[in-house]
């Protein structure tokens, strides 16, 4: 990953923000997810209590795991098969909630989001679906053989 120490800052900075607003943010998110694509609601369950939680702390522990890559690409990887074989994510969902993840951090950051946030927050996310999906991708291979 090519994220500069400031952007590392930026992002682990940010986040840190967001932590003791995380039922607001968890809310802001699933709203957006659900708004961008309501098609992925039934992926959910019913009582979205728990579910609000895990996305915190998994993003959490992505955000303080960007200092320590050996340790999170293979979590992240965990995540991105049992997300394939278990929820049937697919590629284009991750474009859906890298959107509603922008959007939820401009709107609980308020002024102190700008373009610096942005790219960021992009790249990390981006990097990080990435693996997710390559790793989803695998797992559907071996699936299907």
């Keep these: ?30 709203g957006k997810l659900f708004e961008l694509d309501p098609e992925l609601r039934p992926l959910f369950p019913e009582d979205m209590a728990d579910q609000k939680t895990k996305l915190m702390k998994m993003i959490s522990v992505a955000v303080d795991g960007l200092s320590n890559l050996e340790e999170l690409v293979p979590a992240v990887q965990d995540l991105g098969r049992r997300h394939a074989s278990y929820f049937k994510v697919t590629a284009p969902m991750y474009n859906t909630v890298g959107a509603a993840l922008l959007d939820t951090l401009e709107k ?5 989001w700008d373009e610096a946030h942005k790219e960021a927050w992009t790249l990390v996310y981006g990097v990080l679906s990435k693996t997710m999906i390559d790793a989803g991708e695998v797992e559907e291979k071996k699936t299907a053989e």
Excluded: C, H, R
């Design 1 to 30: 990953m090519s994220l500069t120490s400031e952007q590392l800052t930026l992002v682990q900075s940010s986040w840190a923000k967001v932590v003791p607003i995380a039922d607001t943010a968890a809310n802001l998110f699933y």
């Design 108 to 112: 609980g950051l308020g002024e102190s």
